[in-house]
Structure formats: structure tokens, C-alpha cells
């Protein structure tokens, strides 16, 4: 880590620069929510767009920047996170706004499912919107039918989810690139199909008046009223969804950084290299599979709590479609990547509303042009450096061991 | 009608939606043949050349030139074929040429962000673009019997024109020297430019064929079920890049056979299984996924070599 500045000499300035960085970025998205009118979205593509080209140009200043949120990371945390649970007195006024910002919120579970799948271990899953309906209409029909509580219908949603991933067990080892892709798209349009034909999920009405969901007896249906103010029940929602957005991307997180995600990193660059280092690459495919579905399920499942009615047309093959270009666009395997695609993704279009009748001609355009210009997405995935661990780790092994148990690790 | 005349009547049914999908497989052959990549936005180019028509009957119409002459049929055939050759070349260039060394994944995108963007463009350009727009009945009206079948006329010339088409196809890459180009691109792309094959021009000509061929399976399937819709284009590339796999990507007989067959399966299975008609699909997408684990080569497609 050679561009890694001494500490303390910049320490006031690096402090400064983060801060400042995290409040500039909070306030343009509070913007964006609270100011009517198209020209606050110009100016925050500009700077989007700016900001990508800087970055670019000079990667010096990235990794200063990267170095300050890193030097500072309990401050900026903390500041962060100060700044996360204030939004909704924010927009207190537009409960609209909130519910776009929870629906993001389920994108970016969704998503982080999905870059296990996609960006680790280079799966192509163009379902993933299918996953979401099992997790969705297991939550839905156990609550309706059943009466179970939404707390277990939440989870059961998600594992249901990861089991009949496990449907695709076969095609899903036997097939990959262009045939994946392929074995994917079709379960997804025979999902939608059978969901709008089968009787018990309530073909093309779907279902409807699932019950909000509740945490001991408090409904997250109700207005929280403080007496004084009051909020929309939105709010509530909102905060689950930070709570368990921060589990997944924590979850996320430590699969990235543990042999896990070195040995699906391997699959994805080289599954001849990874099966002659003796890595079971059907076992890890299938163990992340499973897994990020569950993500996905989990997703469903809030969704259909929340919003109390789900159809076939909510888990069209367009949304996987959007799934999949937050992965990309976001940048692969790399969860900060996939919170700002999902913001860009799902917010930037709902801001589109003002020119509604081309917003998805825009989106096409913009997704080919994103793509052929900045084809690694909007943050790059970049090798992973275990820069001190690391170095600690080859110290130790230099003091204390033998070639061959340096090997055994590795493997 | 008895059992053996409802299955022949399934049976010219399914060849005949059979063929359209056919047309629509022989271009993701093509391309993937050429070019190494699925184009997803196929299916977009197979709803243009229906649409494609449209303008062009709206055009005749503002000329006063309204009858369904054999000359009237022939220059809306073959002005879609020729527009929509256009916007698929055109495309191509803008978009899919420069992912082509991208990785799959990108190719993928790209192409399915592209079917977006011209399905969109579709819908907002025509007037109430949102709405199934009907579309005129070209061929003879009238029918004739076979045993307890009612044969239309329309369906024997939908299925004629179908056929023709895959000859023109067959006898273009077999017969002449742009062919001949295209099949030894498909093969190594690299020996080809060596041997003095212009890349480019057989590029754009193979995307010219295809795109051309969709057009007119656009136009058959306007005729066939007397509306478009802007957004049919979705389902039916999924369908014909289907039918390409069952086939055996990259052989363009094998994806004629395979469009035969998804579409055969598509009508015996609404007409055989008990709860068939409304998921007939669901049974098709099945046998895909059935083929894609067992013989994931397809019925003509040649062996790989990248197990581990």
C-alpha cells in the first residue's frame, strides 16, 4: 500500500474531505426528493458524471478519498448513520419519496443477492424477479391462509425461496454462459406464466390485503403519531429496511472477504485453474445460488408486507432485467457499487416521471451507452489487497512454518 | 371433429407458428454463428418489420393506392425487409460492434438494453403506440376441407411464404459467394480476414439477412393474428433464441428444426394436456430446459470441449 499516506500529517484534512463528501452526496439525494422540477436531476447527473470522469482521469485523488473514508471510518460511520435514521423527518412531506427510497432498499437486498450469484461467482441469473415472487407469494399465502406471523413469514419467504432454487439444481451446474442465461429466462417467463394461471396464487388479481407486517403486536401499518407530529406509516418500513439492508451487506460483506469469496472469485476468473487447486466448483455454485436467492426471497417477502398486493406483473422479466444492470452498472462484486446503482436505477427513473412517456426509451439509451463506455461499471471492481493482514500473515509463516503447511492454507 | 383431425389440425397450426419462429431462430444463428454474440434485441427487429408494414400501408393509403394487388403484398414485403435491414445494420454498428470483445455478460446487456430502446422508441413514435394496433389481411380470405379440417387459405400462404423464405436462406449461404463469406467467418473469423474475406461487409450483410428474414416473420405474424403489439418482440426472442438452442447454435438448419418443434410443442401441448391451453408455454420453456441439461449441443449442434 504504497500510496497510502503516513498518518496524522493530513489526518484534519482527510477528515474534512470524507465529511464533507458524505454531507455534499446525502444533500444532493435529499434534493433530488424534496425539490420539484427536472433541472435538480440535470445537475446531479452532471455530477455524477463529473465525479466518474474525475476519478478516472486522476486515480490518485480516489485513492486520497478512499484513504480519508477509510483513515476516518468511525467518524464518518457514525455521522452516516445519524444521517440515515433523520430521513424521514426529512421528507416527512413526501411519504412518495420514502416509499421509493424502502422500494430502493428492497432493490439493493435484492441486488446484493444477486451479485453473490453474478458479480462472485460470475452466475448469469436472469430470474431473479421470479425468485422474488416465491419469496413474495410464500410470505403472502402463509399470512393469508395460515394466519402465520409476519416476523416467520418473512424468513420463510426467504428460505422457500433458497429451496426451490434449488429447482434449478441441474440446469444450473450442467449449463453456463449464453445456455445459463437461457435456462434462466425461461424459468422466469414460466414462473410469471404459472402465477398468472395457477388458482391458489389468485392468477392475474394476485393477492390481496396481505397484512402489514408486525413486530409484537405493533403494526408497521400504523402512523406513528408522536403526539405533537406525526409520521406515515412508511416510516416504519423504512427502518426495517435500513436494519436489514445493514445485515445483508454485512452478511455480504463477510462472504467477500472470507475464503468463500477468494474461492468463487476463483471459479469466476478460471473454473479450469479453480478444479485443477482442487476447489468443488458444483458445491460453492450451488451454495451461492441458494444463498443469494434467499437475499432475493427476503426482498420479495417485504415487499408483499408492505405493500399489501402482488400480481404477476410485479415479477416481469424487465425487473430482472433491472436487477441485473444495478449489478453491472453498480460494479461487480463490490456492495458500495450496488447501493449507488440501486439509487441510480430505481430513483433516477421515478425523478423521469416528468417526461413519463420516454423514461424507459431513456433507460435503454442510457443502459447501451453506460455500458459501452464504462463497461466495469460506475465502480470498478478492483483486486482484492489484503495490504497489513496480509503482510502480518506472511510474517508469521516466514517465522514459524514449512512450505507445506503454507500450502494446506492455501488451498 | 374426431381425435386423429384435431391432431392434424394442431399439427398445421404448430407448423405454421413453427415456421415463424424459425425465421426468428435463423437470425440468432446467424449472429452467433459471425459474430460470437446473442443478440437479444432480435426479437425487437421481428416486431419493426411488422410495424415496418404498417407505415408503409399508412403511406399507400396516403397515396390512394389501396388493393391487395400481388404488387401491394410484394412492396410491403420487401419495403419492411428493406427498413428494417437498415435499422438493423445501423444498430449493430452503433451498439453490438463496439461490445463485441466485451464479456458475455456485456453483450448480453447491451443487446437486451437495445430490444428496450427500440420497443420504446416504437411505442412513443407511433401515435397511441401503447395500444395492439390491428393489421390489414393481405392474403385471400376463404378456406377449403380435408376430412373434418377446415384449412384457411391465409394459413397455407403464411406457411408457403415461411418456407420460401428458408429456401432464399438456405440457397444465399450456400450458393453464393457472400455465403460461402459468412460460413467461413463462422468458422475462424481470423483465417477468413486472412484469406482476404472483408469482415465488415459480411457483418453488416449477414445482419442484413437477418434482420430481413425477422421482418418478414414480423409481417406473417401481423397477418396470422390480425394485430401487433409494440412490446411482442420480448417474448418472441426469447422464443427464437430458444428454438436456435434446441437446434443447435450456430447451425442454421438446426435452428429451422428447432423452431418447428417449439412450435409444434407449443399447439400439442394447448391441445393434449389437460391444463394445456393456458400454459402451453410453460410446457415449451420445460423442454428447453430438458434439452439445455441433456443435450445442451441441440439436435444439429456440433461437440464442445470446455467440460471440466
Known amino acids: 500500500m504504497k500510496t497510502s499516506l503516513p498518518k496524522n500529517t493530513n489526518s484534519r484534512s482527510d477528515l474534512v474531505l470524507a465529511l464533507g463528501l458524505e454531507i455534499a452526496a446525502y444533500a444532493l439525494l435529499m434534493a433530488l426528493f424534496l425539490i420539484e422540477g427536472g433541472w435538480i436531476l440535470i445537475v446531479a447527473v452532471i455530477l455524477v458524471i463529473a465525479v466518474s470522469v474525475l476519478s478516472r482521469r486522476y486515480p490518485h485523488l480516489r485513492t486520497r478519498i478512499s484513504a480519508a473514508f477509510r483513515d476516518n471510518a468511525k467518524i464518518t460511520g457514525a455521522v452516516g448513520i445519524v444521517l440515515l435514521l433523520i430521513v424521514p423527518v426529512l421528507l416527512k412531506s413526501s411519504p412518495y419519496w420514502l416509499f421509493m427510497l424502502v422500494t430502493t432498499g428492497l432493490y439493493i437486498m435484492a441486488a446484493l443477492g444477486l451479485n453473490l450469484q453474478l458479480g462472485s461467482a460470475g452466475m448469469m441469473n436472469l430470474a431473479s424477479a421470479a425468485f422474488m415472487a416465491f419469496g413474495a407469494y410464500t410470505a403472502g399465502l402463509l399470512s393469508l391462509d395460515l394466519g402465520v406471523s409476519p416476523v416467520i413469514t418473512l424468513i420463510a419467504g426467504s428460505l422457500v425461496t433458497g429451496l426451490f432454487s434449488i429447482l434449478l439444481f441441474v440446469p444450473v451446474l450442467k449449463t453456463k454462459g449464453h445456455y445459463l442465461a437461457l435456462v434462466t429466462i425461461a424459468f422466469q417467463f414460466m414462473v410469471v406464466i404459472l402465477l398468472d394461471n395457477l388458482e391458489f396464487t389468485g392468477g392475474p388479481q394476485g393477492l390481496k390485503n396481505i397484512p402489514p407486517f408486525n413486530l409484537f403486536g405493533y403494526s408497521f401499518g400504523t402512523t406513528i403519531n408522536l403526539g405533537f407530529t406525526s409520521f406515515h406509516f412508511y416510516t416504519n418500513y423504512y427502518y426495517l429496511m435500513l436494519v436489514l439492508v445493514v445485515i445483508l451487506a454485512i452478511a455480504a460483506q463477510r462472504i467477500y472477504h472470507s475464503w468463500i469469496g477468494v474461492t468463487l472469485a476463483t471459479i469466476r476468473d478460471d473454473e479450469v485453474a479453480a478444479k485443477t487447486s482442487g476447489i468443488e466448483i458444483n458445491k460453492w455454485r450451488l451454495l451461492i445460488f441458494v444463498v443469494g436467492n434467499c437475499f432475493i426471497g427476503l426482498s420479495g417477502a417485504f415487499y408483499a408486507h408492505m405493500v399489501g398486493f402482488i400480481s404477476p406483473p410485479n415479477f416481469t422479466f424487465e425487473k430482472s432485467l433491472v436487477l441485473v444492470s444495478i449489478v453491472i452498472l453498480g460494479g461487480m462484486d463490490n456492495i458500495f457499487g450496488i447501493i449507488v446503482g440501486s439509487l441510480l436505477l430505481v430513483l433516477l427513473p421515478e425523478k423521469l416521471r416528468v417526461i413519463s412517456d420516454y423514461r424507459f426509451l431513456i433507460y435503454g439509451l442510457v443502459l447501451v451507452i453506460m455500458l459501452i463506455f464504462q463497461p466495469k461499471g460506475i465502480i470498478p471492481y478492483r483486486v482484492r489487497t489484503y495490504g497489513q493482514s496480509l503482510n502480518n500473515w506472511l510474517e508469521k509463516i516466514k517465522h514459524t512454518t514449512s512450505d507445506s503447511n503454507t500450502e494446506e492454507k492455501i488451498g | ?308
Not at chain 2, 36 to 52: A, W
Not at chain 2, 209 to 234: D, E, H, P, R, T
Not at chain 2, 245 to 251: D, F
Not at chain 2, 287 to 301: A, E, R, S
Open chain 2, 1 to 308: 371433429m374426431t381425435f386423429l383431425d384435431m391432431l392434424f389440425q394442431q399439427g398445421i397450426n404448430g407448423l405454421m407458428l413453427g415456421v415463424m419462429y424459425s425465421l426468428v431462430a435463423v437470425g440468432f444463428t446467424l449472429y452467433f454463428g459471425v459474430l460470437n454474440v446473442i443478440n437479444f434485441s432480435h426479437g425487437d427487429f421481428y416486431m419493426l418489420g411488422s410495424f415496418m408494414a404498417l407505415v408503409l400501408v399508412s403511406v399507400a393509403d396516403a397515396l390512394g393506392w389501396v388493393n391487395n394487388s400481388l404488387a401491394y403484398v410484394l412492396f410491403l414485403f420487401a419495403g419492411s425487409m428493406i427498413l428494417t435491414s437498415i435499422f438493423g445494420v445501423l444498430s449493430t454498428r452503433l451498439a453490438v460492434k463496439p461490445v463485441l470483445k466485451a464479456p458475455m455478460l456485456i453483450s448480453l446487456l447491451v443487446t437486451l438494453g437495445l430490444g428496450i430502446a427500440i420497443r420504446e422508441a416504437v411505442r412513443v413514435l407511433f401515435p397511441r403506440g401503447s395500444d395492439p394496433k390491428g393489421f390489414p389481411a393481405l392474403f385471400p380470405n376463404g378456406a377449403f376441407q380435408i376430412g373434418g379440417v377446415l384449412i384457411r387459405y391465409e394459413n397455407i400462404i403464411i406457411l408457403i411464404v415461411g418456407i420460401l423464405m428458408i429456401v432464399a436462406v438456405h440457397l444465399i449461404i450456400n450458393k453464393t459467394k457472400i455465403g460461402s463469406a459468412i460460413r467461413a467467418v463462422a468458422q475462424d473469423s481470423e483465417a477468413a480476414m486472412m484469406m482476404g474475406v472483408n469482415m465488415e461487409r459480411t457483418i453488416d450483410i449477414t445482419f442484413i439477412i437477418g434482420s430481413a428474414v425477422a421482418a418478414v416473420a414480423g409481417i406473417l405474424n401481423g397477418i396470422y393474428y390480425g394485430q401487433v403489439m409494440f412490446n411482442m418482440g420480448a417474448i418472441a426472442g426469447v422464443i427464437g433464441f430458444s428454438a436456435a438452442v434446441i437446434g443447435g447454435l450456430g447451425n442454421i438448419y438446426g435452428a429451422i428444426v428447432g423452431g418447428l418443434l417449439f412450435g409444434l410443442m407449443e399447439t400439442l401441448s394447448a391441445a393434449l394436456l389437460p391444463i394445456g391451453t393456458e400454459n402451453k408455454r410453460v410446457f415449451a420453456f420445460l423442454v428447453v430446459i430438458l434439452f439445455l441439461i441433456f443435450k445442451p449441443t441441440g439436435i444439429l449442434g456440433e461437440k464442445t470441449y470446455e467440460r471440466v
